[in-house]
């Protein structure tokens, strides 16, 4: 039933009825749903492809950024990988909880097997279609490949960051990085 006219005592009436303190608001959900329908919504629209790209490259960006202040910060324009692991993980310790499971040397690459505990874990576990080492996570993809090669330079000719499994035991997410070395660098 529509109201033809509004006076002050139907205004006070319904913001009475509508208030919410603003402590009250869930903005980790909303989060959640804005997410999973963006992340869908582009997969509709432009195909899976256009989607790991898009996210890929949302992450890339700020992975550029961080590199870039840390070069700064440290003077140094080339890290080496476990000095670059290191620097980054710390800088990054109120969004992300590393810890390095395993690692294999040789000549041609390094291998390092992580548990990643991060910041979309929390927000995507209610969230069907945003599982652990699916398409949202191309966003930190994106983020750690690109630091690494900024960070690392010339070091390494390729890196990879790969998920392996959830572990739910632990809450993680177990994934590898291997820095492919570059044999062309003197």
Do not use: W
Not at 165 to 175: G, L, P, R
């Amino acid at each position: 039933m529509e109201i033809e006219e509004i006076n002050e005592d139907i205004l006070n009436n319904i913001n009475k009825n509508i208030q919410n303190d603003s402590s009250n608001i869930k903005s980790l959900k909303g989060f959640e749903i804005i997410c999973e329908s963006m992340v869908y919504k582009i997969l509709d629209i432009f195909g899976k492809n256009s989607l790991l790209s898009m996210l890929y490259q949302t992450g890339s960006g700020p992975g550029e950024i961080i590199a870039k202040r840390i070069k700064e910060k440290h003077n140094k324009e080339e890290f080496g990988i476990f000095e670059a692991l290191e620097i980054l993980m710390t800088e990054l310790k109120d969004y992300y909880s590393i810890q390095i499971r395993e690692v294999q040397l040789n000549s041609d690459q390094t291998r390092v097997v992580i548990e990643n505990f991060c910041f979309l874990r929390e927000p995507m576990k209610h969230r069907e279609k945003l599982q652990p080492g699916k398409a949202f996570c191309r966003v930190n993809k994106g983020y750690f490949e690109t630091a690494f090669r900024k960070l690392l330079g010339n070091k390494v000719k390729k890196i990879e960051i790969n998920f392996l499994y959830d572990d739910t035991e632990k809450n993680v997410c177990v994934e590898e990085m291997i820095f492919y070395h570059n044999s062309d660098k003197e």
